[in-house]
Nanobody
Framework: VQAQVESGGGSVQAGGSLTLSCLTS????????MAWYRQAPGKEREGVAG????????HYADSVKDRFTISQDNAKNTVSLQMNNLKPDDTAVYYC????????????????????WGQGTQVTVSS
């Protein structure tokens, strides 16, 4: 299974912004769900945002609503995560993931559904 390739992580101060990008793998289909997950030290991996191919379904974790924006570029086969007003609690390794299926409120935040993952990119937010 081909992996995703993330880029764009780094270190910023609280209140700053970063944009993560992921080159996704596999075919382009309306039944593909793509998502960003994150994992902080000592914590479980959690879903941050999910989007279906074609942008018809978009979901966010409550902790990032109104600060993060997920989007995709069909032509480039990429999915991005624009992160604004970053907080120290956003510090984590961020992963891009996908699976072929419905991207709905029951699936996008459950890592068990996703079968293709990237290597992760570190985001560090200092206070």
């Amino acid at each position: 299974v081909q992996a995703q390739v993330e880029s764009g992580g780094g270190s910023v101060q609280a209140g700053g912004s970063l944009t993560l990008s992921c080159l996704t793998s596999g075919s382009r289909t309306s039944k593909k769900c793509m998502a960003w997950y994150r994992q902080a030290p000592g914590k479980e991996r959690e879903g941050v945002a999910g989007i279906s191919y074609g942008n018809s379904d978009i979901h966010y974790a409550d902790s990032v609503k109104d600060r993060f924006t997920i989007s995709q570029d069909n032509a480039k086969n990429t999915v991005s995560l624009q992160m604004n007003n970053l907080k120290p609690d956003d510090t984590a390794v961020y992963y891009c993931a996908q699976f072929f299926g419905q991207c709905n409120p029951l699936t996008w935040w459950r890592a068990v559904y996703f079968d293709t993952w990237g290597q992760g990119t570190q985001v560090t937010v200092s206070s």
